[in-house]
């Protein structure tokens, strides 16, 4: 398991460098950041941005819902101009088991794509305040800033095709003939998932329902097959649970899908 240490942190005000990008920023050793984007509106007056993670395989930092021990990504886009509304795209990590910790993390290097309604286009300028967790022999919560103007008339295919290929990592609703996912219910250890899909590899199922602090364990099959049960980390039982909403974040074949259910009781 990784050391946390908490150290002072700098926080850096990026200038734009290049089109479609901010200038790099260290955020710990070996590890650097920025801000890109397609410098193009959508048809839905969107405008499409991401943040690059130049990062060793050595080095990890977390995804959305960190896990047992990790540190929250935190992102600000308050200070934002003619932009607002961000939805980000989190490409589905990697499941992390260690020293009876369970993890969501991204190793080596990373675009986490996101997207922003533009509200004014005479303005446009990306304004994020940024705390990630980055763990190498120890961890430490980097911060940094960026500020990044947004070229709508001047169309950046390079940072196009970066962003495209992230937002191929990112869990999309379900598409499939039939339903992915039976019933969600609760159980005296946490929850149990009925008519999971064959083409659901059961190991990548994440469950979320909203609180990073209700976390569950791997999926354990049933004796006789027909369920699969996520046992509650840290304090066991359905107290709570009955009557949320819960996301549930896989892997296929085809790629990465995410599906929502309602927490029922146990029949």
């Keep these: 398991m990784f050391k946390f240490v908490l150290l002072p942190c700098l926080t850096l005000l990026a200038t734009p460098a290049l089109a479609g990008a901010t200038a790099w920023q260290d955020l710990a050793p070996g590890v650097k950041a920025r801000f890109v984007s397609a410098d193009a509106i959508a048809a839905d007056s969107r405008v499409r941005v991401g943040l690059e993670l ?7 930092t977390y995804w959305r819902i960190p896990g047992d021990a990790g540190i929250p990504p935190q992102l600000d886009f308050a200070g934002s101009e003619g932009l607002e509304g961000a939805t980000i795209g989190w490409p589905y990590p990697e499941i992390e088991d260690e020293a009876g910790y369970r993890e969501y993390v991204y190793h080596g290097p990373l675009v986490v794509p996101m997207e922003l309604v533009v509200t004014d ?16 022999d120890v961890c430490i919560p980097a911060q ?9 008339a001047a169309f950046d295919p390079a940072q196009t095709t970066r962003l ?5 990592e990112v869990p999309i609703a379900w598409d499939g003939p039939a339903e992915p996912v ?19 590899d059961p190991a990548s199922i994440i469950a979320d329902v909203g609180d990073p602090a209700i976390l569950f364990g791997a ?8 369920l699969f049960t996520l046992k509650r980390l840290g304090e066991a039982g359905a107290e709570g649970l009955v009557g949320r909403s819960v996301e549930l974040t896989f892997m296929t074949r085809r790629g990465p899908y995410a599906v929502s259910r309602k927490i029922a009781e146990s029949p």
Aim: with cysteine.
């Design 219 to 226: 999926p354990q099959k049933s004796p006789d097959g027909n």
């Design 144 to 152: 940094a800033s960026f500020v990044l103007p947004i070229a709508y």
């Design 182 to 200: 039976g019933a969600v219910t609760a159980t005296a250890e946490g929850i149990a998932l009925s008519g999971l899909d064959p083409a659901i």
């Design 54 to 60: 130049d990062m060793p395989k050595t080095t990890k």
């Design 121 to 136: 286009r005479a303005k446009g300028v990306l304004k994020v305040q940024m705390t990630l967790g980055v763990c190498s």
């Design 164 to 168: 495209q290929i992230a937002e191929a």
